[in-house]
C-alpha cells in the first residue's frame, strides 16, 4: 500500500526566505506526481505536476523535483511572500493510475 | 469555465437525517472524484467515475454511502443515515484522460457537513 509522507508538518518563515518542502513515498512505480496548494477553507489548487520522465518543473517561483529511486520530491519555493502562506501537500497515483494518494501536508506560514 | 461547482458549501444536519450533497465537474471532461478530508485522516478518496460510470468504491466507508453520476455534468453522493463521525468536508474533483491515465485534478470548494 502506498504511503506518502511530508515533512515538516509545519513550517514558519520570514518573508523573502527561501524554502524547500519534502515528500517522500513507499512505492516508486509512479507515473507521476503532484504537489497542491489548499488555502484555508477552501479546495485544492494545483501547482505542478511532475511526469515520472521528468526530473524537475518549474512555474514561477516554484520548483519541483522528483527521485522515483529513492522515493522523494521537494518543493521550493524562491523568495516566500506571505501570500504563499497556505497547506501544500503532495499526492501519487495509485490503484492502476487514476486514484490519487494525497501526503499529510505541510502547513506553512510565511510572516512579514 | 467556472471550475467544479459544489453545492451545498455547508450543511449542517441532525444525526438520522439524510444528506445529499452535488458537484457539477468542469465541462468536457470525463473524471469525477469524491473525496473527504478530516483532521484525523487527512484527505481521503471515496469513489471515482469514468464517463458516468463508477469504476473504484473502495473508499466508501460503510453502505450508508452511495454515489450516483446520471450525466457527465452531474453527480451526487449521499448519506443515509447520517451520523456524527461524519462531519468532515467533502471535496469533488474532475480531470480529464491523457492516455491512460488522468491529467491533473481539479477540485471544487467543497461542502463542510456537521452532522449534530
Known amino acids: 500500500k502506498q504511503e506518502v509522507t511530508q515533512i515538516p508538518a509545519a513550517l514558519s518563515v520570514p518573508e523573502g526566505e527561501n524554502l524547500v518542502l519534502n515528500c517522500s513515498f513507499t512505492?516508486?512505480?509512479?507515473?507521476?506526481l503532484q504537489w497542491f496548494r489548499q488555502d484555508p477553507g477552501k479546495g485544492l489548487t494545483s501547482l505542478l505536476l511532475i511526469q515520472s520522465s521528468q526530473r524537475e518543473q518549474t512555474s514561477g517561483r516554484l520548483n519541483a523535483s522528483l527521485d522515483k529511486s529513492s522515493g522523494r520530491s521537494t518543493l521550493y519555493i524562491a523568495a516566500s511572500q506571505p501570500g504563499d502562506s497556505a497547506t501544500y501537500l503532495c499526492a501519487v497515483p495509485t490503484g492502476g493510475g487514476n486514484k490519487l494518494t494525497f501526503g499529510t501536508g505541510t502547513q506553512l506560514k510565511v510572516e512579514l | 469555465d467556472a471550475g467544479v461547482i459544489q453545492s451545498p458549501r455547508h450543511e449542517v444536519t441532525e444525526m438520522g437525517q439524510e444528506v445529499t450533497l452535488r458537484c457539477k465537474p468542469i465541462?468536457?471532461?470525463?473524471?469525477l472524484f469524491w473525496y473527504r478530508q478530516t483532521m484525523m485522516r487527512g484527505l481521503e478518496l471515496l469513489i471515482y467515475?469514468?464517463?458516468?460510470?463508477?469504476?473504484?468504491d473502495s473508499g466508501m466507508p460503510e453502505d450508508r454511502f452511495s454515489a450516483k453520476m446520471p450525466n457527465a455534468s452531474f453527480s451526487t453522493l449521499k448519506i443515509q443515515p447520517s451520523e456524527p463521525r461524519d462531519s468532515a468536508v467533502y471535496f469533488c474533483?474532475?480531470?480529464?484522460?491523457?492516455?491512460?491515465?488522468?491529467?491533473?485534478?481539479?477540485f471544487g470548494p467543497g461542502t463542510r457537513l456537521t452532522v449534530l
Open positions: 465541462s468536457g471532461h470525463d473524471y
Open positions: 474533483a474532475s480531470s480529464s484522460s491523457r492516455g491512460r491515465h488522468t491529467d491533473t485534478q481539479y
Open positions: 512505492d516508486s512505480a509512479i507515473y507521476n
Open positions: 467515475f469514468n464517463n458516468n460510470v463508477p469504476i473504484d
